[in-house]
């Protein structure tokens, strides 16, 4: 089992950039798959972006592809997501997941889910 906490949520401006981690402790952290997804108010929670085991595949919805980048560092059981040209519509409570698959890109792959972080873009 891994243990998940979420730090970096903040007000921010529509263009302002911001960087979100998830520390991990439990179980060694470089066999899980990572993952990010968000929920809006009154909205389902939807992936944003996954990462390999590796961090050698990464995935993005098509909503943040080319404005979020997803890492991870196995040696300090962290993962990353750098958010640029954030929108109003990013603002959201965002989640950090692991999946016991090597590579997951589907929301139900995920086994372990940190509390969550609240991200709010002002225009």
């Known amino acids: 089992q891994v243990q998940l906490v979420e730090s970096g949520g903040n007000l921010v401006q529509t263009g302002d950039s911001l960087k979100l981690s998830c520390a991990a402790s439990?179980?060694?952290?470089?066999?899980?798959?990572m993952g990010w997804f968000r929920q809006a108010p009154g909205k389902e929670r939807e992936i944003v972006a996954t990462?390999?085991?590796?961090?050698?595949?990464?995935f993005y919805s098509d909503g943040v592809k080319g404005r979020f980048y997803i890492t991870r560092d196995n040696d300090k059981n962290t993962l990353y997501l750098q958010m640029g040209s954030l929108k109003p519509e990013d603002t959201a409570v965002y989640y950090c997941a692991a999946s016991r698959a090597i590579i997951a890109q589907r929301i139900n792959m995920y086994d372990y889910w940190g509390q969550g972080t609240q991200v709010t873009v002002s225009s």
């Open positions: 990462i390999s085991w590796d961090g050698e595949s990464r």
């Open positions: 439990g179980r060694s952290f470089n066999n899980y798959a």
